[in-house]
């Protein structure tokens, strides 16, 4: 896109109380770099489609990789970059850890995702 293809205003003038309360409410540049790496989480289609599995149900990295068609390792690196992201936790049982996700706010995010996508 070409500068020219987005409107500008005519003239320079900056509505200086605006900014104030716009820079008042402007989360600080360490929790603006966390977000936006959040967000960088969900731009991988496999991570989202993990996500989907365990909208459904708590499942093993076996049940996982048969679901989705691949291999344990290349899961195992995905549910790595959503643990530590903080979306999904892993608990032991037995032999197997069983994945599920962190709490209601990754279906939150996802189901706002959805629905912004689908207007």
Do not use: W
């Amino acid at each position: 896109m070409a500068i020219h293809d987005v409107e500008c205003c005519e003239d320079q003038h900056v509505h200086e109380e605006l900014l104030k309360k716009v820079n008042a409410r402007m989360p600080d540049e360490d929790e603006l770099y966390d977000l936006a790496e959040l967000f960088k989480v969900f731009g991988d289609s496999t991570r989202i489609r993990i996500l989907f599995v365990l909208f459904e149900e708590e499942v093993c990295v076996c049940d996982l990789a048969s679901a989705l068609n691949m291999t344990q390792s290349a899961v195992s690196h995905q549910l790595k970059i959503l643990k530590q992201a903080k979306l999904v936790s892993g608990r032991r049982d037995g032999k197997s850890v069983i994945y599920s996700l962190a709490d209601d706010h990754v279906r939150g995010i996802i189901a706002q995702g959805l629905e912004h996508i689908e207007e």
